[in-house]
């Protein structure tokens, strides 16, 4: 009992020799490679490092990489901004297409009559009726996938064409 203890203690003792050793060497190896390829310290003050981003004057350099990684990919959370006219009896664009996951915000711009904006299958996604010259501009998230019809309420509008088509994809 007491000599298979020791001779596997024993033994665990010289398999971390070398696990150290390669350790040590690694370290040694890296910091080394560190020191050739930084450039000279000669001051020892770290004077030379590159400056950190927020101590650099604003406007004046490049842009903090961050602007880069902030962009959403697409379908997460993307923002798309799309303004639609409207009038008797069209819209224009009369087909949408949008990412799902989008943010969408929508401008409507009536150009002549009384008209609305309101998109079918999405709850309360709808402008007032608005007098020509009026606009609105509403967001909503579009969630769900599908075609969906947008139109206008007022009178038979919709069925003189004032409608088109949202496509979330
Ligand atoms: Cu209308």
């Not at 962009?71 to 008797?88: D, H, L, N, S």
């Not at 007022?154 to 088109?164: A, D, I």
């Amino acid at each position: 009992m007491d000599g298979s203890n020791q001779s596997s203690g024993r033994a665990a003792f010289w398999v971390t020799i070398p696990v150290v050793v390669v350790v040590v060497v690694g370290v040694a190896f890296a910091l080394n490679r560190n020191q050739a390829s930084a450039p000279a310290d000669p001051m020892g003050d770290h004077s030379n490092l590159p400056p950190v981003s927020t101590s650099t004057p604003a406007g004046n350099d490049v842009q903090p990489a961050t602007t880069t990684v902030n962009q959403p990919a697409p379908g997460t959370g993307m923002a798309q901004a799309i303004t639609v006219k409207g009038g008797e009896f069209y819209y224009q664009p009369n087909e949408i297409r949008v990412k799902k996951g989008t943010k969408v915000t929508v401008t409507f711009i009536n150009e002549n009559g009384l008209h609305d904006w309101v998109l079918e299958g999405y709850d309360n996604v709808r402008t007032a009726k608005l007098q020509g010259g009026k606009s609105e501009t509403l967001t909503f998230t579009a969630d769900k996938a599908g075609s969906f019809t947008y139109y206008c309420s007022v009178g038979q509008h919709r069925q003189m064409g004032m409608k088109g088509t949202l496509i979330v994809e």
